[in-house]
């Protein structure tokens, strides 16, 4: 996450059996959770 210090907010898109795991190594980062993969990563990434 060092690399997005510059951001306002920080979000991982994750499936949900990586949710703590992310929440440990990222604790200020929001966590979204897909409940399914669909290809949604870029959809986010334009979005921000």
């Known amino acids: 996450m060092d690399r997005t210090a510059f951001a306002d907010e920080q979000y991982v ?3 949900e ?4 795991t992310v929440s440990e ?3 200020k980062a929001g966590v979204l959770v897909e409940p399914a993969g669909k290809d949604t ?4 990434v334009y979005s921000a």
């Open 25 to 27: 190594h990222a604790p």
């Open 41 to 44: 990563g870029p959809a986010l």
């Open 17 to 20: 059996s990586f949710a703590d």
């Open 13 to 15: 898109l994750t499936r």
